[in-house]
């Protein structure tokens, strides 16, 4: 099992900044990407950024050149700078961890992000 454990939502003005992180602890592993999701109400999860266990990059059109995905392996976390906010923005964001040893993946609980007008 793999536990992870988000935090750095919150509430913030159009235009501000925000930064997730995300923890991960238990069965890990070096091999692994780590990646962000999204849930607005109403809508299904998508994804918002990831990171492989190459370091290559990969955002959802709707974020690029505004978040930056990154990760501290001696850490074994990953975060999310969230800049130049939107409204839009506003959603539970959920950290996740696909573990190639055992092919699957696991989800956090879940940071809210409120981006206010």
């Known amino acids: 099992q793999v536990q992870l454990v988000e935090s750095g939502g919150g509430l913030v003005q159009a235009g501000g900044s925000l930064r997730l992180s995300c923890l991960a602890s238990?069965?890990?592993?070096?091999?692994?990407?780590m990646g962000w999701y999204r849930q607005a109400p109403g809508r299904q999860r998508e994804l918002v950024a990831i990171?492989?266990?190459?370091?290559?990059?990969n955002y959802a059109d709707s974020v690029k050149g505004r978040f930056t995905i990154s990760r501290n392996n001696a850490k074994n976390t990953v975060y999310l700078q969230m800049n130049s906010l939107k409204p839009e923005d506003t959603a539970v964001y959920y950290c996740?961890?696909?573990?190639?040893?055992?092919?699957?993946?696991?989800w956090g609980q879940g940071t809210q992000v409120t981006v206010s007008s």
């Open positions: 996740n961890y696909y573990h190639y040893a055992l092919g699957r993946d696991y």
């Open positions: 238990g069965s890990i592993s070096s091999v692994n990407d």
């Open positions: 990171i492989t266990r190459a370091d290559n990059t």
